[in-house]
């Protein structure tokens, strides 16, 4: 019999976030109160909220994990948790305003309350990392959920080999956290790329899909992570380019977006194939749903 291997990202179950808190401890279903200390306009449509907890009690999380937010009198909506793990006390969100509560959430002010429920889901597994190169491919809004993770790998700078961020969106104009990926690009022991789809202004950066940064490599694939996170079409892409790279499927991870309501397992709104999605994921080691994924609108 072969000998199990005692790598992280060999055990799927690592990814997995703990249980619902048991019988007697804090009620999953029940949100807590949160403060609005500051609303950021990010880009045209996206904006990011920063919240402090009314009880004082700072929240826990890992990269990759997602809250319920929940609008009072307008309805509860899934997002990615985008700040520092290492700073609880403070309570990150960033989403675009496309449908009727994210909307609403757009129009608060701050000193306004917001419900949250959470945090939820599976993680980033940074530790099944640690001495290799980490790659993080990000599409769009999908640099948000990826956004802790890069926090955690630079404050442990020293356990990973090379750090790579490719990241692609539609336009100049909505290249998400500018700021941040300057300061990035700007460290001696990372390296950042931008690519747009479409050139405007005075941008004379890459032009063109991120698939394409991945093909200039820069990496390892033999000892490679990858984390990509985007819409699925430019997911789908990516992991392909991946392969094509020498990256092994148990060494890519994505995050997958379904429609999520109770965020514990038991509606069944977010059931992708034999998963659900708010508590199987959204974070997954490609080859265990690359079989799913492959299926186009499933």
């Known amino acids: 019999m072969a000998e199990a291997s005692t790598h992280p990202a060999a055990n799927p179950a690592a990814l997995r976030a703990p249980e619902p808190p048991a019988r007697g401890a804090a009620d999953p279903m029940r949100p807590r109160r949160f403060r609005i200390a500051r609303l950021r306009r990010e880009l045209a449509d996206t904006f990011t ?34 700040g520092d793990p290492a700073d609880p006390s403070v309570l990150v969100h960033t989403t675009r305003a496309v ?25 980033w597994p940074a530790e099944a990392a640690h001495g290799d190169d980490v790659l993080i491919v990000a599409g769009g809004i999908g640099l948000a959920p990826l956004r802790p993770l890069i926090h955690t790998v630079l404050a442990e700078r020293d ?19 500018t700021r941040e ?3 990035w690009r700007g460290r001696f022991d990372m390296s950042v790329h931008v690519t747009v789809d479409r050139a405007t202004g005075a941008w004379n950066g890459h032009v063109g899909v991120v ?29 392909t380019a991946l392969a094509e790279k020498g990256v092994r499927e148990e060494r890519m991870f994505i995050s997958m977006e379904r429609n999520m309501k109770c965020a514990v397992g038991v509606c069944g709104h977010c059931q992708w194939g034999g998963h659900f999605v708010c508590r199987d994921g959204p974070v997954f080691r490609f080859d265990k749903v690359a079989d799913i994924f492959r299926v186009w609108e499933l």
């Open 49 to 82: 909220l920063e919240l402090e907890p009314l009880d004082g009690a700072g929240m826990h999380f890992k990269p990759g994990q997602f809250n319920m937010l929940y609008v009072f009198g307008v309805g509860e909506v899934p997002i990615s948790i985008s």
């Open 159 to 177: 356990r990973f080999g090379k750090v790579l961020i490719l990241y692609g969106a539609r336009t100049p104009e909505d290249i998400l956290f």
């Open 211 to 239: 698939t394409r940064l991945i093909k200039m490599g820069g990496f390892d694939p033999g000892n490679t992570s990858a984390f990509v996170c985007g819409p699925e079409a430019m997911m789908r892409f990516c992991l």
């Open 181 to 183: 990926l300057k300061a």
């Open 99 to 123: 449908g009727t509560v994210t909307n609403a959430m757009n129009r608060l002010k701050a000193g306004q309350s917001i419900g949250i429920r959470g945090p939820f889901g599976t993680h």
